[in-house]
């Protein structure tokens, strides 16, 4: 099981830039593909970027594509979300998450629906002012 830790998150004005770490122990991050989910309160947890093991492959939710950038540093064990142009409707609490499928190191494959993830961070929260 691997363990994950995020942080960066606060509160921002809109139009504002925040950045999200996410730091893995217990297992080999490299082998993993990794997702940045959030949620907002009465709602469900709604994917937001995912990359692939090696970085390659990124892939976006509509909401967020152009303004929030997903990158790793598998020397540091480290997922990152950068968010740009962040608005009232970012506000959420985030969360990262590791998928160590086998298909997801062969076949640098990403994922988007949560039940694909077998292990979760306890999140941080964004909110972001009008």
């Known amino acids: 099981q691997v363990q994950l830790v995020e942080s960066g998150g606060g509160l921002v004005q809109a139009g504002g830039s925040l950045r999200l770490s996410c730091a893995a122990s217990?297992?080999?991050?490299?082998?993993?593909?990794m997702g940045w989910f959030r949620q907002a309160p009465g709602k469900e947890r709604d994917f937001v970027a995912a990359?692939?093991?090696?970085?390659?492959?990124?892939y976006y939710a509509d909401s967020v594509q152009g303004r929030f950038t997903v990158s790793r540093d598998n020397a540091k064990n480290t997922l990152y979300l950068q968010m740009n142009s962040l608005k009232p409707d970012d506000t959420a609490i985030y969360y990262c998450?590791?998928?160590?499928?086998?298909?997801?190191?062969?076949?640098?494959?990403?994922?988007?629906?949560?039940?694909?993830?077998?292990?979760w961070g306890q999140g941080t929260q964004v909110t972001v002012s009008s």
């Open positions: 998450a590791a998928s160590f499928d086998s298909e997801a190191y062969t076949s640098g494959r990403v994922y988007t629906k949560t039940d694909q993830y077998a292990d």
């Open positions: 217990g297992r080999t991050f490299s082998n993993s593909a």
């Open positions: 990359i692939s093991w090696s970085g390659r492959r990124t």
